[in-house]
């Protein structure tokens, strides 16, 4: 079954670095979203993506965050300067309008 | 307001148990998911509905849209069933409900 490739796994930064979180949706999808969980609380939308733009975007997604499909397949998302509230699990997802999502299994954040 | 409501918060359930979820919601939606959280963190998608009833296995998902509200039963509960299980609806974009952790003892 098709899946949504997330790297890395974790990551530890510290406050004030630059990350970058990678995503490879599944081929045929053509809206991507990030969403994020802050531990304990329940997922949040960060920004949905569809024809190599940004189609919605949440409160949250202020200019420390972008996003990018810098080669057709892979899809990322940039914190430029992190800070200690930016510790959570991000999760890309993939869907083809109308069908489910896909999710990927989460790259843990930890600000230090 | 929350957008999604989920009830209950918690669940403790013995194996063999009827297990319902319930959810609420205020917008309108193209539809309403019903997923599940691994301990790891992992989402996976359980159902996707826009009107009456889907069934896979032991769990059965419905919905009433007039009345914005959708229940997930589970039949037979296992202790593989431990998780939380988490209401999204479709606007575009999910928006979640805060979830329910379920435990089934054996």
């Known amino acids: 079954e098709p899946e949504v490739t997330q790297t890395p796994s974790h990551q530890v930064t510290q406050m004030g670095q630059e990350v970058i979180l990678r995503c490879v949706p599944i081929s045929n999808h053509l809206y991507f979203y990030w969403y994020r969980q802050i531990l304990g609380q329940k997922v949040e939308f960060l920004v949905s993506?569809?024809?190599?733009?940004?189609?919605?975007k949440s409160e949250i997604f202020d200019d420390q965050f972008s996003v990018e499909r810098p080669d057709g397949s892979n899809f990322t998302l940039k914190i430029r300067s992190t800070k200690l509230e930016d510790s959570a699990m991000y999760f890309c997802?993939?869907?083809?309008?109308?069908?489910?999502?896909?999710f990927g299994s989460g790259t843990r954040l930890t600000v230090v | 307001k929350n957008e999604v409501e989920q009830s209950p918060q918690n669940l403790t359930a013995q194996e063999g148990e009827f297990i319902t979820i319930n959810c609420s919601y205020s917008?309108?939606?193209?539809?309403l998911h019903w997923l599940q959280q691994h301990p790891g963190g992992g989402i996976v998608s359980l159902f996707m509905?826009?009107?009456g009833k889907k069934k896979h296995g032991r769990l059965i998902a419905t919905i009433n849209i007039q009345e914005k509200h959708s229940s997930l039963h589970i039949t037979a509960s296992h202790p593989r069933d431990s998780a939380v299980y988490i209401c999204a609806v479709d606007t575009d974009k999910l928006i979640f409900g805060t979830g329910t952790r379920l435990q089934v003892f054996p």
């Open positions: 997802a993939s869907s083809v309008q109308g069908a489910g999502y896909t």
């Open positions: 509905l826009s009107s």
């Open positions: 993506f569809y024809n190599n733009e940004i189609s919605e």
């Open positions: 917008v309108g939606i193209s539809a």
